[in-house]
Structures are given as structure tokens and as C-alpha cells.
């Protein structure tokens, strides 16, 4: 029968479990110390799902299913992901028989063990190979080479290398009828026997397999103290990630009378699942690689917020345990045990916002998510910088001038423009659309927005979404002057209370009228009315232009003609794209007038932000170069006749975008609903 003898060659290998204890008390020390970090936090209960969540590690850790969105890091973390695994199984069935007398190593899981370690314990020793080339040949920008990225990959190197040169050396001296199966150690076996006599082969022998154990030893107690842990951490974020609407952040009650702050402005006010995502943070920079504002010149790194968090809540858990300077001077014994409690600010003398993390970082995000999107272990970067924008308006009122006028316009007037909130209606009734108070039995409140309502480019896309609904007999009817911004720009630049007094006006005209069904020409309302307003009592069935105009189509009741056959390369709304997973309708719809689609560089999952999102509408970029101008290059360069949008936000930052690169004679920018408008 197909097997080997376990210990051969080998004496006093009892000595392992001692050093196994070791090792594992070294681990356990190292968890002990993180965890305590992350209960600086304030309490969350992320075990709502666990049968989704197991779902969640096999489909995204064993099947790899982010980490191969990048083809070519994705193989090279594949081949020593699975390399490594293979081998812990091997391991884990020797020890089943060495120590435990449960004889498995034998016949046909014998001879699997030894295929499979040979060949993806290859593939393990290729990824190293390739990362350490990445590393510190290639070094690209999103790569930050710390010491312990080259300790881990020598130690992995060195753990595979001892390994098969073991086998190689018991191959050359042991015969073995099935060595074919261990290929690599067949090969190696060799240059051995050629080189040394068996003496020194048996010697040889013994040194590589303590070595080797000693390296495994390093390789456990090593763990928790290196990026090693993302092997466990990164599995257990994908089990705790966020299943529901993405981007939704904890409504603030402001009569609570108890709230002494609003936002976050130190580390110990956030969840111990934020904390834990600092180390979850495998480094692997997809996250600065995808943002636009750092693709753009911008300061911001995404992955630098999350590291520089990670070396803050470090330096805090020193502090509350006594073991820094500043608090072994704190003289009123009173104060050092509130501090320990952590009741008093951070003993660190930093600053989380401000100095750990500079505040044009934060208000330079545009909240596309393109960063979460990309991440393979789900960290949620957005909600940070919400956090932290809330604290700098609602406490400290510093924020950029120009969100000054835009808040000042919507509270005064209900929109971010500060037009007159009495000709919101204007533009629309003008068009023979009725109100709810004229028609209460209209089967849809039709939300036009403040752009549908008050830009003069977006309103003739809520003529061209007017003539459709009309041609379809569609039974719909706005809130008019009674409507008012959806509280978007002023949620996501911080303003909480701003977005609670709109919501909640909205939300109490709409349950007035009985409003059942809304449609949406904005990704930004239809985002808010359907994911947060319900936060407010707000529940609503909320529909996007896009999804309803293929409706319509599929149903019969809006025929269109083919148009030419134009080029169109449609560029998807983060928020209706990343927020919402709406990607193929809008596609769909330009198809359906028979229009050629062209794709840009960044599209779907991986679309580029048109740079407006997260309240940037209203913001000026003072630092690199201008988003908008970014993602209209790549539309430039597929060459189309139009860029189809879905959202006013996007349209009028491409629109700019194409005046800026002077490209008006050669494509234009409409919405879907406006190129659909034309084949009636």
C-alpha cells in the first residue's frame, strides 16, 4: 500500500509540541493585544447573517472572487493562497496519524497528498517569486514596501523551500515506488545524491527538518504580529461585511438631550469594527489605485487613511495602558483612571482629524465607493469620512466656503441653487404636468429634483422623461413647490441636521398624499428615497428612470423607431452603478434604439467617478487635476457620438468636461432619457 514512515530519520521529535506551545502562546499573546485595540470601540453587532456570511468567505476568500477582478496580482496571491493550503491540509493529516494514531496517510489520499502539495507548493513558490518582483522590481505606486512585507515572504520562501528540499534528501536516500508523484523532491533528489554521500544526505536530513520546523514554529508565533493575520482577518471582515444598502450612515437623534457630540472626531467614538478593519487592511493599494481623487492629484489615499487609523489606534492603546510618557505624567490620579476608561481625549498629542488625517483628504472624497468596490476584504473606507465631516460642520463648523452657500441655499429655499422655492413647479406645469394636489390619484409621484427642476440643461431632460411618460400613458404627478432637495449634498458633506429638516418635510407631504410609488431621474434621490428616507419613516417603491423607461419598452406601452446607427458610450452613475447595482438597463435601453455601445477604459464596477458625488457638486477642486476632465478623456478616446448618462450630476460634469477639452463639434452628452426622446 501506497505510504511512508512519518518520523524517519528523525529523533526526539516529541520536542515539537513544546515548541508548538510556545509558538501557540506567542500567537495567543499577539491576538490578545490586537483585540484589546479594537475594543477601544464603541459595541456593533455584525451577527445578523451567518449563513450569508459563511457564503460570503467561501465565495470571496477560497474562490478568490475580488482578488481575480486584478488578473495578474490575483494569480500570484491564488498560487500561494493554494499552495498553502494544500499543504496545511497535508500537514494536518500527517499529525491526524504521527500523534493522534488515526491512520489516513496511506492509498489514495496518500498519493493525492503528494501530487497536490508538489504541484500547488510550486505554485506557492512561483507567487512569492512574482511578489517579491512586484515589490522591489516593479515597485509600483500602490505598493509601500515595509520591512515586514520581505520577513513574511522569506519566511513563506524559506518554510516551502526546507520542505521539499526534505523530501528531496529522503527521496535520495529512501527508495520509494510512488517519488513520481513527488516530482519536485524527485528532481531535487538529484543534484543531492550527486553531491554529497549518504552520511552527510542523513545528516543533511536532520538539520533541514529541525530548521524547517523552527521556521514553522516562527511562521505561528509570527502571525498576529505581521500582515500574515490578514489570513484570518480578512476572511472574518468578509463574514461581518454589510449585505444591505451600502453607504447608509447611523441617523442622529438630535433630542437626545444625552448627545454631548455629533460625528466622530476621535478613534475611541468609533466601532470596534472600524478599528478591526485597520488591520484587516492587507495594504494591497487596489483601493488608492481606484479612487479617483487620488488617480486625479488629490492628497487622498484611501488606503493611507485606513494605515494611518491603524498606527492611531496603536499609539491610543499604549496611551490607555499606561505605557506612554504622557500618561506616566499624569499626576491627578483621578484624570489617568478616566483616561484608562477611556472617558477623556486620546494620550497620544494627535489629533485624528487634522493631524492623523489632514481635512482636505476628507472633503476630497467624492463617495463613489470606487474604493470598497475594488477592496477584496471589504473595508468600508465612505462612512469614515462621512463620520468625520458630520464632527467638523455639526461641532466645529469648518468646512470649505463654497458648501457655506449651498447649505444657506437649501435651507432657505429647498434647493442647493437658492432659486426661489415658489418656481420650483414652474418649469413642469408649463409642460401640462398636474400636481398631487390637483391629481391625488396619480399612480406616481414623478421626483423630478432640484437639477430636473431649476438646471436649465437638466430640464430638458424632465421634458424629454415627460413626453415619454405622456406618450406611454403613464399616470403621474409631481409635488411641486411642496417638493424639496432630498437632502443628498447635505447629508454627504455633513450636515445631518440640514438633511433631517428636508427629509422629514418631504417625508410627511408624500405620506400626506398617500404616495406609494416614486420615479426618480436622479441616482442621488432615488438612492436617498429608497435606502435612507426609510431611516426616517419614509418607505417607499422607488424606481429609476432607467429601469422604468425598459419596462415601459418591454411592456409595449412606449414603441420606439431605430435611430441612426450613432455611437454611444454610456457612462454608469456611481450612485446608480456602485450604490445601486444598476448597470445593464441603461445599456439595454441605448441598445434598444439601435444604438452601437462603445465601452471606456473604466466602466461598470470599475466605473470613474464623474468627480460631483459626496456633495462635490457645489465644491471647487484646488488641487490636481479636475475629475470631470479625466473621465471625459476617456470618453474622448473611445470616440463616440454621444456619452449617455443617467444622472444630472454626471451630464453636467461631462457636458463641462467636453467644453473644457473644446469637443462639442464631435460628441455630446445627453441623458438616456433624452436619446430615447428622439426615436419616438
Known amino acids: 500500500m501506497a505510504t511512508r514512515e512519518v518520523y524517519w530519520n528523525i529523533e526526539g521529535h516529541h520536542w515539537l509540541y513544546l515548541f508548538f506551545i510556545i509558538a501557540l502562546a506567542i500567537f495567543a499573546y499577539g491576538v490578545y493585544k490586537r483585540v484589546k485595540l479594537w475594543k477601544l470601540g464603541q459595541p456593533e453587532n455584525r451577527w445578523k447573517e451567518v449563513w450569508p456570511g459563511i457564503k460570503d468567505v467561501l465565495v470571496y476568500t477560497f474562490a478568490h472572487k475580488r482578488i481575480f477582478k486584478d488578473s495578474f496580482p490575483g494569480m500570484m496571491h491564488a498560487g500561494i493562497f493554494y499552495g498553502f493550503l494544500f499543504l496545511a491540509f497535508a500537514t494536518a493529516i500527517i499529525t491526524l496519524q504521527a500523534d493522534f494514531s488515526i491512520h489516513l496517510f496511506h492509498g489514495w489520499l496518500y498519493l493525492f497528498i503528494k501530487i497536490t502539495a508538489n504541484l500547488f507548493g510550486l505554485a506557492a513558490l512561483l507567487g512569492i517569486v512574482v511578489a517579491a518582483c512586484r515589490r522591489y522590481i516593479q515597485r509600483p505606486d500602490r505598493l509601500d514596501n515595509k520591512t515586514d512585507d520581505g520577513i513574511t515572504l522569506a519566511l513563506l520562501f524559506a518554510i516551502l523551500l526546507t520542505g521539499f528540499l526534505i523530501q528531496g534528501a529522503r527521496i535520495a536516500v529512501l527508495p520509494d515506488p510512488w517519488a513520481d508523484y513527488a516530482f519536485i523532491g524527485l528532481w531535487l533528489s538529484f543534484p543531492i545524491k550527486a553531491l554529497l554521500n549518504e552520511a552527510q544526505i542523513l545528516s543533511l536530513h536532520v538539520f533541514l527538518w529541525w530548521f524547517h520546523l523552527f521556521l514553522a514554529m516562527a511562521f505561528i508565533a509570527y502571525f498576529p504580529y505581521s500582515k500574515l493575520f490578514h489570513i484570518l482577518l480578512g476572511p472574518l471582515n468578509q463574514f461581518f461585511r454589510n449585505r444591505g444598502p451600502i453607504g447608509i450612515p447611523e441617523p442622529i437623534d438630535f433630542e437626545d438631550e444625552s448627545l454631548e457630540t455629533f460625528g466622530k472626531s476621535q478613534l475611541r467614538e468609533f466601532s470596534w469594527k472600524t478599528l478591526f478593519n485597520t488591520d484587516v487592511c492587507l495594504r494591497c493599494g487596489r483601493c488608492q489605485d481606484n479612487c479617483p481623487a487620488y488617480l486625479s492629484g488629490k492628497h487622498l489615499s484611501p488606503k493611507r487613511i485606513i494605515q494611518d487609523m491603524r498606527v492611531l489606534m496603536e499609539e491610543t492603546g499604549e496611551a490607555l495602558l499606561g505605557k506612554t510618557k504622557v500618561m506616566a505624567q499624569a499626576a491627578d490620579q483621578e484624570a489617568a483612571a478616566a483616561s484608562e476608561a477611556g472617558e477623556m481625549e486620546e494620550w497620544t498629542g494627535r489629533a485624528l482629524i487634522g493631524e492623523v488625517i489632514p481635512e482636505e483628504d476628507l472633503w476630497a472624497c467624492t463617495t463613489c465607493r470606487s474604493c470598497e468596490q475594488q477592496c477584496p476584504v471589504f473595508i468600508e473606507h465612505v462612512d469614515k469620512t462621512i463620520d468625520m465631516r458630520r464632527n467638523l460642520v455639526l461641532m466645529e463648523t469648518r468646512f470649505p466656503a463654497e458648501a457655506q452657500l449651498a447649505f444657506r441655499n437649501m435651507e432657505n429655499n429647498g434647493n442647493p441653487w437658492g432659486i426661489g422655492w415658489t418656481t420650483r413647479a414652474d418649469y413642469l406645469t408649463g409642460l401640462g404636468v398636474k400636481t398631487f394636489e390637483e391629481d391625488p390619484n396619480a399612480e406616481y409621484l414623478y421626483w423630478p429634483g ?84 426609510p431611516q426616517l419613516g419614509g418607505n ?141
Not at 406618450?471 to 411642496?482: D, K, W, Y
Not at 436622479?522 to 435606502?531: A, G, I, R
Not at 476632465?629 to 448618462?645: F, K, L, Q, S, W
Open 450 to 533: 432640484c437639477s430636473g427642476a431649476f438646471d436649465a440643461r437638466n430640464q430638458k431632460v424632465s421634458a424629454a422623461l415627460v413626453k415619454l411618460f405622456q406618450t406611454a400613458g403613464v399616470s403621474f404627478a409631481i409635488l411641486g413647490n411642496e417638493e424639496k432637495c432630498c437632502g443628498d449634498s447635505a447629508r454627504k458633506l455633513g450636515n445631518e441636521y440640514l438633511f433631517y429638516s428636508l427629509a422629514t418635510e418631504n417625508i410627511e407631504v408624500m405620506n400626506g398624499y398617500g404616495v406609494k410609488k416614486i420615479i426618480t431621474q436622479c441616482p442621488h434621490c432615488y438612492n436617498f428615497l429608497k435606502n435612507e428616507y
Open 540 to 680: 417607499f417603491e422607488v424606481i429609476h428612470h432607467s429601469v422604468f423607461l425598459l419596462d415601459l419598452i418591454k411592456s409595449g406601452k412606449l414603441k420606439l423607431t431605430k435611430s441612426d446607427r450613432k455611437t454611444v458610450t454610456y457612462h454608469d452613475s456611481c450612485y446608480l452603478g456602485r450604490y445601486n447595482e444598476i448597470y445593464a438597463q441603461p445599456r439595454e435601453l441605448l441598445k434598444a434604439v439601435g444604438l452601437n455601445i462603445t465601452e471606456m477604459s473604466h466602466t461598470g464596477e470599475k466605473s470613474f467617478c464623474c468627480g460631483a458625488g459626496g456633495g462635490r457638486m457645489w465644491l471647487e477642486e484646488h488641487e490636481g487635476q479636475r475629475i470631470n476632465e479625466m473621465r471625459t478623456d476617456e470618453a474622448i478616446a473611445v470616440n463616440p457620438d454621444y456619452v449617455g448618462t443617467a444622472c444630472p450630476f454626471c451630464l453636467t460634469m461631462i457636458n463641462d468636461g467636453i467644453a473644457a477639452r473644446e469637443a462639442g463639434e464631435k460628441m455630446k452628452a445627453l441623458d438616456i432619457a433624452e436619446i430615447l426622446e428622439k426615436a419616438l
